[in-house]
């Protein structure tokens, strides 16, 4: 599996509260990642990542694309909580090293009620 498959699966099994399973097959033990919300290490973010899960279960992951460079893939994807919510722009940006995720970056937008542009978010 590639780059840019993993790092999209990874993160669809983390949507999908098969979190961990998805740190097993792809996150390095010393996984950084850079999300305000939680400690810097695998672990906090495992846990908060089930946690959201947990309290999500009808989370709906839709990636729009996915671009690889080298070891690094970012993903851009519509993430809502349920079928009901309008969710948020998310790109989610991995760093892999021997084949495994190394470091993350990810950012969020909410996705606005009324939307100027008339291109859309995606």
């Keep these: 599996m590639n780059h840019k498959d993993s790092a999209v699966e990874f993160l669809r099994l983390c949507a999908t509260n098969h979190v961990t399973e998805a740190y097993e ?4 033990p010393d996984l ?7 400690r810097g290490d695998a672990a906090s973010l495992q846990e908060g990542m089930a946690q959201s899960a947990a309290k999500n279960p009808d989370k709906i992951f839709e990636v729009k694309q996915a671009i690889a460079e080298g070891e690094r893939v970012a993903v851009h994807s519509h993430l809502r909580m349920d079928a009901q919510d309008r969710g948020m722009a998310v790109v989610h940006i991995l760093r892999f ?3 495994r995720i190394a470091e993350m970056w990810d950012m969020a937008m909410p996705i606005p009620a009324e939307i100027l542009n008339e291109n859309g978010m995606f």
């Design 97 to 99: 090293r021997d084949g």
């Design 32 to 38: 950084r990642h850079h999300n305000p919300w939680f």
């Design 25 to 28: 097959r792809f996150a390095a």
